[in-house]
């Protein structure tokens, strides 16, 4: 099996060699073959996802990307790689779960699983200015066969991990076409799987109850901006932005990347949490080549090195350890 790792800018220099230090501790057998993406690359060579990266990616099925630093603001040429990668390997389902762990930022009795579209929406990135400067148009695009694949997923996803609810997330009052035939589709494959419960609810009301009372969300399906910013707000229940892994999934492929972004601020300090990074290498155990012992061995050992009080100055600042130190510990705990 191979590995294709993209570190990306910024932070992704600490994070993934922290987690590809702790997937070589319990599966020695994986290769792993790095490639290059992100904006640092753009300015040297004039694209952010070159044809080579994207080769190898299809070659491996198996994809670590860290984060890369995309400006807020139009560059010539230049395009945010993990979003078009994700949608040339149809990597369909972004899976990003937030589970209590022990730290004292997290919230106890929390355990869900946002399952967000990957491909369309907002980010198929079709904007256009007119009328000298003054309007800006950009597409939602919502299609039938995406939100089927994305909510079969979504519900498979609920019976194959013993979970009991699904609630479909939209704000289809406001965009009743568009965010309509997400709502409608979704509830249309929900009528196959009777045994779970499916509810909805508006994307304003969905982040108020994510604020207020957490605990009532098992899995989420929604859109691919709603999903977006849901998990960044569960990530705070999580314990924060630094210990919350994601999953990209699509048939036979699959990207592991933590939901948090290049972290500029903190970048080249050694600092970084790799935890986010390490527990998404843990899903790609779990989801992707089926290796839930080693998968359950990581995600075990970073629960006890948190457990033992081991942390990064993310979680807070007193005695707090290094990527590696803390990468250091977490590999201590595997056999
Ligand atoms: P961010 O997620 O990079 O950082 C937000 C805050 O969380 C910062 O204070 C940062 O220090 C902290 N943080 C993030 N990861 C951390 C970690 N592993 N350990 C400790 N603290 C951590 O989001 P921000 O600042 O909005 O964006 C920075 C850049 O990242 C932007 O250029 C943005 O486009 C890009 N980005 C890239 C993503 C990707 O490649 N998948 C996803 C999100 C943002
Ligand atoms: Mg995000």
Redesign the pocket.
Known sequence: MKLCVIE?????HE?VPAAVKVLQHVAPDISVHSAEA??DYFQQHGTSLPASTIELAIECRAVL????????YPVEGYF???VRLRRTLQAYANLRPTRYLPVPTAREGVDLMIVRENTEDLYVGHEQTTDGGRTSIAEKVITRDATERVSRLAYELAVSSQREKVTIVHKANVLPQSDGLFRRVALEIAEAYPEIMTDELLVDTAAYWMVKDPSRYDVILTSNMYGDILS?MAAAWGG???LAPSLSVGEGIAIA??????????AGKG???????ILSVAMLLRHHWRNIEAAKQVEDAVYATLNEGNH???IFSSDSISTMAFTDQVCSRLT
Request: without cysteine.
């Open positions: 990306g800018d910024a932070v992704g994070v992100g904006w990307f860290g984060a890369v630093s995309s400006p807020s945010t790689p993990i960044d924060g932005l630094g990347e933590p939901v948090h972004g290049s972290a500029p601020d903190i600092i970084a949490n790799p935890t986010a990074t990064t100055s993310d």
